[in-house]
């Protein structure tokens, strides 16, 4: 470790390299972690993922809020444009912006980069385990109530049986979709621009209708993925404050009593 520490102090610029890296180690390892570990629970998890849709469409129908196939029902027959503007909304507006977002943070707000990407660390975490022990058919495979708008109206390509083998099609429970568009909605609302501050309110809300009109996620997986983002949130800050107060008390508390050793801060 101390022989690591002082090659890049010797060229700076490997240190560099390895922090980018060291980023894009971090998304590899994650797009593993979400391709396969999928099976890690249930040996036949294809079987489980449409029984829980089942167990999903009773339990919505249950509170009386199973509006999904109402919704895409009218969208449908009343305004066509609009079910093709939330499919292309669903695929261009999420991780087009994700990555630009998330670049722009890397390269003029390190700090700032580290925070949002240590919430979709832990979020991404969370949905992680969740994709395993509660694998989830999406709406557009539930025939019996929905249709795959993608694949009627285009662009199929995107539910092609290629492009299925890059994603896994039962996590759907809770949205990632949703949950990291919330997160990117608040972190808009936090700039001075008025502009971002309007995409801030705009951007969540169009995802969530591009995510149930289109049949991908059921409204309990919006509802999901909120409660993560929210949790998300809670554990980073929680953390932070344990690295950054919990010190600085201590060292109060130590100099206080005289000692004249403090902890890092």
């Known amino acids: 470790m101390a022989t690591i520490r002082f090659t890049i102090k010797r060229y700076p610029l490997l240190g560099v390299w390895l922090s980018h890296f060291f980023e894009l180690g971090i998304v590899a390892g994650g797009y593993f972690a979400y391709m396969y570990t999928k099976s ?17 469409i009773k339990f919505e129908s249950d509170l009386g809020i199973f509006w999904e196939p109402v ?36 390269f003029t707000n ?11 660390l832990v ?10 022990v509660f694998p989830l058919a999406p709406p557009r495979m539930m025939a019996l109530y929905f249709i795959d708008t993608i694949q009627v109206f285009g662009p199929s390509e ?14 759907a429970m809770p949205s990632l979709h949703f949950a990291w568009t919330v997160m990117f909605g608040l972190l808009f609302l ?12 705009i951007y969540p809300t169009m995802t969530f209708f591009a995510i149930t009109i289109t049949a991908n996620h059921y409204m309990t997986d919006a509802l999901g993925g ?30 206080r009593n005289g000692s004249g050793t403090s902890l890092p801060v």
């Open 40 to 56: 890690l629970v249930f040996s036949d998890f294809q079987t489980t993922a449409f029984n829980n849709a089942w167990r999903v």
């Open 71 to 106: 919704m895409q029902a009218w969208a449908i027959d009343s305004a066509k444009a609009m079910v093709v503007f939330f499919n292309w909304a669903y695929i261009v507006t999420f991780w087009p912006i994700i990555l630009t977002t998330a670049v722009i943070l890397y």
């Open 110 to 120: 390190r700090t700032k980069y580290r925070y949002y990407r240590n919430v979709v």
């Open 123 to 132: 979020s991404f975490a969370i949905a992680v385990v969740a994709f395993m």
């Open 158 to 171: 995107y539910a092609s049986r290629e492009m299925v083998n890059y994603f896994n099609a039962f996590a």
């Open 190 to 201: 936090k700039t001075p621009y008025l502009w971002l501050k309007i995409l801030g309110v």
């Open 226 to 255: 909120g409660l993560v983002i929210l949790s998300s949130y809670l554990i980073v800050e929680i953390g932070f404050k344990r690295r950054f107060f919990i010190p600085q008390i201590a060292n109060r508390v130590r100099r």
